[in-house]
Nanobody, 114 residues
Framework: EVQLVESGGGLVQPGGSLRLSCTASRFTFRIYTMSWVRQAPGKGLEWVSSINGGTTNYADSVKGRFTISRDNAKNTLYLQMNDLKPEDTAVYYC?????????RGQGTQVTVSS
C-alpha cells in the first residue's frame, strides 16, 4: 500500500517561508509525477504544483513564490514556500500523479497569519 507522509507545516507570519516535505514509500517514487495540492477552510481541493523529471508546473496563484523539488534517492518530495500570504492557509497534501484525484497523504496544516 502506497504511503505518503507530509511534514513541515506550521504557523507563519505573512511574508514568511516554510518548506514542506513528503516522504514516500511502497512504490517506485522516481518514476511517478508527483504533485502538491491544498485545501483551504471551507473550499475544495486546489492543485498547487507538479514535478515530472526536471519539468515543474505551478498554479498561477503560487508561481514565483513556491518551488517544488524532489530527491529520488531519499524518496522525498519538497515544496519551498516563500512570501507566504494569508490566502495560502490550507492543508497541504502530496500525491501521486497529476490532477486532484488519487492517493495522497494525511496532509500538513499551513497557517499564515499575523
Amino acid at each position: 500500500e502506497v504511503q505518503l507522509v507530509e511534514s513541515g507545516g506550521g504557523l507563519v507570519q505573512p511574508g514568511g517561508s516554510l518548506r514542506l516535505s513528503c516522504t514516500a514509500s511502497r512504490f517506485t517514487f522516481r518514476i511517478y509525477t508527483m504533485s502538491w495540492v491544498r485545501q483551504a477552510p471551507g473550499k475544495g481541493l486546489e492543485w498547487v504544483s507538479s514535478i515530472n523529471g526536471g519539468t515543474t508546473n505551478y498554479a498561477d496563484s503560487v508561481k514565483g513564490r513556491f518551488t517544488i523539488s524532489r530527491d529520488n534517492a531519499k524518496n522525498t518530495l519538497y515544496l519551498q514556500m516563500n512570501d507566504l500570504k494569508p490566502e495560502d492557509t490550507a492543508v497541504y497534501y502530496c500525491k501521486q500523479g497529476v490532477g486532484l484525484t488519487g492517493i495522497r497523504g494525511q496532509g500538513t496544516q499551513v497557517t499564515v497569519s499575523s
